[in-house]
């Protein structure tokens, strides 16, 4: 089985920074990804990250100012989220699946609880 939680949100004026976290309980899923879903909006891609062939991904929105990394030995994806905006305010949701392409295509096997990431302007 595998339990994705997710830690590290809150309320951060914009130009801030936030650190998220995703902790896997269960067995290894080699891709995860980050998605968020803000009111009135659908679910978006934010970035993936692959343990075993190096894949990393961003969204064009986030380029640059988010930073996704892991520490295999936690089973732990982090995702350092700099100059923040007021438009990336929305619940932030960790995935697994067992290759990139799910993660990409927004169709992960496994999902965690989601937190809530607000910026003030």
């Known amino acids: 089985q595998v339990q994705l939680v997710e830690s590290g949100g809150g309320l951060v004026q914009a130009g801030g920074s936030l650190r998220l976290s995703c902790a896997n309980s269960?067995?290894?899923?080699?891709?995860i990804g980050w998605f968020r879903h803000a009111p009135g909006k659908e679910r978006e891609f934010v970035s993936g990250?692959?343990?075993?062939?190096?894949?990393?991904r961003y969204a064009d929105s986030v380029k640059v100012r988010f930073t996704i990394s892991g520490d295999n030995a936690k089973k732990t994806v982090f995702l350092q989220m700099d100059s923040l905006k007021p438009e990336d305010t929305a619940v932030y949701y960790c995935a697994a699946a067992q290759n990139p392409y799910e993660i990409y295509t927004g169709a992960p096997e496994y999902w965690g609880q989601g937190t809530q990431v607000t910026v003030s302007s």
């Open positions: 269960g067995r290894t899923m080699y891709s």
């Open positions: 990250f692959s343990w075993n062939i190096g894949w990393r």
